[in-house]
T-cell receptor
Framework: KAGVTQTPRYLIKTRGQQVTLSCSPI?????VSWYQQTPGQGLQFLFE???????NKGNFPGRFSGRQFSNSRSEMNVSTLELGDSALYLC????????????FGPGTRLLVL | AQSVTQPDIHITVSEGASLELRCNYSYGATPYLFWYVQSPGQGLQLLLKYFSGDTLVQGIKGFEAEFKRSQSSFNLRKPSVHWSDAAEYFC?????????????FGTGTRLQVTL
């Protein structure tokens, strides 16, 4: 079974631009979560989508948004990029409930110049 | 709110030596607990998890962890470390509200293995 895939793997943007990252979960998984990883703040939860609905949200500004499609694929968008948004963005998928293991993708590394 | 503490930022062990990585959590109910490993430039790989039942959990790559409710700890152990175990290790606690999936991670422990 294929794992979680994320595209693109690397991205360079400039301040003020916006970016969209994509995540394809493991087949059959309906929950997709996004995390931001930085050296200073570590791994932080962004949001979780389940059946096309945002089910949980972390403490990030409204510039960070996401959505999930009917096939469970998810996208996250960051508008008006800031230098501090440079990070590894990780996507994780699971079947449905918190008891289920979250399987992580390789991440998208975003550099904002 | 839940939180996770990994008190050791960096640990160095010799190949063949035993390993214990510490993890303490704060959570109002019985938590779901996980250990993940991350190699440089990679995503996170699950080593093991605890939901309920037997407090000693076996994982992949020869790792095990013990849940101690009285100490709010979930320490990771391996009896004999291999050079390929060098990586960053994250302890995480998951919500068990039954309504949403969210992991809160510790700050990680970077393991260096000397030959």
């Amino acid at each position: 079974k294929a794992g979680v895939t994320q595209t693109p793997r690397y991205l360079i943007k400039t301040r003020g631009q916006q970016v969209t990252l994509s995540c394809s979960p493991i087949s059959g998984h309906r929950s997709v979560s996004w995390y931001q990883q930085t050296p200073g703040q570590g791994l932080q939860f962004l949001f979780e989508y389940f059946s096309e609905t945002q089910r949980n949200k972390g403490n990030f500004p409204g510039r960070f948004s996401g959505r999930q499609f009917s096939n469970s694929r998810s996208e996250m968008n960051v508008s008006t990029l800031e230098l501090g948004d440079s990070a590894l963005y990780l996507c994780a998928s699971s079947f449905a409930t918190p008891k289920e293991t979250q399987y992580f993708g390789p991440g998208t590394r975003l550099l904002v110049l | 709110a839940q939180s996770v503490t990994q008190p050791d930022i960096h640990i160095t062990v010799s190949e063949g030596a035993s390993l214990e990585l510490r993890c303490n959590y704060s959570y109002g109910a019985t938590p779901y607990l996980f250990w993940y490993v991350q190699s440089p430039g990679q995503g996170l790989q699950l080593l093991l998890k605890y939901f309920s039942g037997d407090t000693l959990v076996q994982g992949i790559k020869g790792f095990e962890a013990e849940f101690k409710r009285s100490q709010s700890s979930f320490n990771l152990r391996k009896p004999s470390v291999h050079w390929s175990d060098a990586a960053e290790y994250f302890c995480a606690v998951g919500l068990n509200t039954g309504t949403a999936s969210k992991l809160t991670f510790g700050t990680g422990t970077r393991l260096q293995v000397t030959l």
